[in-house]
């Protein structure tokens, strides 16, 4: 029997019916995984003995006729840089090369609350900083789609291992597309929800206000029930939303999007563009007109400056957030010092990656004396406009629409020696996070050359049971087989 080919929603009916165990399912992925994983890279390390006691707790729990709980048995993949007790946690970076967790994360808690396995931790961009997942200091992720290509960043593991049917789902991180792009690039469904709608206790920060966790999984439906397991108010993280959450986005996810107003910014469809993306999208747009929405084309203005509003943003709280890394309270430390000066300075050229280091200076160029007014408090009332952009936008439609990148899955090293290239990857998902939106990416078709097309689509704050509506309802409509043959 191939699971791999299964859904979440066939696996649990198959719990149900006592068709296959959940050990069995979970020892076929990690089989796949040790047969294939070595082409792909998706997973720094694999939660094998954990997964199959897990995997054996469930089993009793359906022998005995009692609740497995909403992901029961379904083997899930987590992202490098989210806490797990006992289980190595690098970031993909030398600096926390050895370092295991105390605790879970808020998100790791709720999964197992939820009979979620752990089945392993993936690969990413040093930090999430890095939008191909080559800036890992372990190894390069493939796109299972092309092995020559990148999978995208910085979730690139967590959507190669979904692409691949190394796990059914996996859990990335967003801070400006890091979970959209990568799902784009790996023909899967990846959704970004609004900020504070999944606690961030236990996510290792990148840039504080702009980081969000979601899942990655193979259809809408997947996505759906997955956000449904790990949301809701946590009193470890403050940011996260204070009020009862009990939204099923699984229920009347297919009642249809008749009468639904459609945004579609036009300065998104300009220059820089890739035909078969522009043509991709608007064939998905008149699929949407005839499931009865009305799509209209609109100005918003403010694409080009938000991707410099969020660099330096984003930058500026990375330098915040990195400075704990100082070889002191935990991580690596280098061998020789001959001050604690030396010691700081040594410890984080050793540990940190190139990426991390231009990050970190250009964080700490724009908050320095001198330099704050002119950059970070200009980017922070930008930050306001963009804000005020979309809520004048999502008061006049119920859905944005864009491509999730402008450019297709690129061949792994074309782009790294020009990162402001590679930046420009990210310019239609980062305003998403600079306004706290929620947002998804789904699989809208494929390029002459078979890589992956991705369509994005944008909702208000706590809008995801609409958003996810409108992307079913699509999924249904353009019936793609994302099925990889060699995988």
Not at 442 to 471: D, M, T, V
């Amino acid at each position: 029997m191939k699971f791999e080919d299964m859904s979440i929603q066939d696996i649990l009916k198959g719990y149900r019916e006592k068709n296959f165990s959940a050990r069995e399912v979970t020892q076929s992925y990690i089989e796949k995984i040790s047969k294939y994983d070595s082409d792909v890279n998706a997973f720094i390390s694999i939660n094998e003995d954990g997964a199959i006691r897990a995997a054996d707790r469930i089993d009793n729990k359906i022998a005995k006729g009692e609740d497995i709980g909403l992901l029961g048995g379904i083997p899930v993949a987590l992202k490098d840089n989210i806490s797990t007790r006992g289980l190595k946690t690098t970031c993909a970076s030398k600096i926390l090369e050895n370092y295991i967790p105390p605790y879970d994360a808020t998100i790791v808690k709720k999964l197992n609350d939820s009979g979620a396995i752990i089945i392993g931790k993936t690969n990413m961009d040093e930090f999430a900083m890095g939008s191909s997942t080559e800036n890992s200091a372990y190894k390069k992720t493939r796109n299972p789609w092309n092995l020559e290509c990148v999978p995208g960043g910085s979730s690139g593991g967590s959507a190669a291992a979904v692409a691949a049917g190394f796990a059914p789902l996996a859990i990335g991180s967003d801070t400006g597309g890091s979970i959209r792009q990568p799902a784009s690039f790996c023909g899967i469904v990846g959704l970004k929800p609004t900020y504070g709608l999944v606690s961030r206790f236990g996510l290792i920060a990148f840039a504080s206000s702009l980081d969000q966790m979601g899942p990655l999984t193979k259809n809408v439906k997947d996505c759906a029930l997955s956000l449904q397991a790990i949301q809701g108010e946590d009193k470890m993280d403050s940011t996260s939303y204070k009020g009862t959450i009990t939204e099923n986005y699984v229920e009347n996810i297919d009642e249809g999007i008749s009468g639904l107003k459609i945004g579609v910014p036009k300065e998104f469809f300009q220059n820089g563009i890739n035909n078969e993306i522009y043509e991709s999208v608007y064939n998905s747009i008149r699929l949407l007109e005839k499931l009865g929405a009305t799509v209209e084309e609109f100005s918003f203005p403010a694409t080009e400056s938000g991707l410099s509003a969020y660099y330096i943003i984003s930058s500026a709280e990375a330098s915040s957030n990195l400075a704990r890394y100082d070889g002191i309270r935990y991580g690596h430390r280098t061998d020789e010092y001959e001050s604690i000066e030396d010691l700081i300075v040594k410890t984080r050229t050793e540990g940190f990656g190139q990426e991390v280091k231009r990050r970190i200076m250009l964080g700490t160029y724009v908050l320095s004396s001198g330099y704050y007014d002119a950059y970070y408090k200009k980017a922070m009332e930008l930050k306001n406009k963009i804000n005020l952009t979309f809520k004048d936008a999502l008061s006049k439609y119920d859905i944005l629409l864009s491509p999730t990148s402008p450019i297709l899955p690129f061949p792994i090293g074309e782009k790294t020696a020009n990162p402001l290239e590679m930046y420009l990857s990210d310019i239609y998902t980062v305003n998403i996070n600079i306004a706290g939106l929620p947002a998804i990416s789904i699989p809208c078709g494929f390029s002459s050359s078979r890589l992956p097309i991705g369509l994005h689509l944008i909702g208000n704050h706590f809008q995801e049971k609409k958003l996810l509506q409108a992307a079913f309802s699509l999924e249904q409509e353009l019936g793609l087989d994302s099925r990889i043959p060699k995988f």
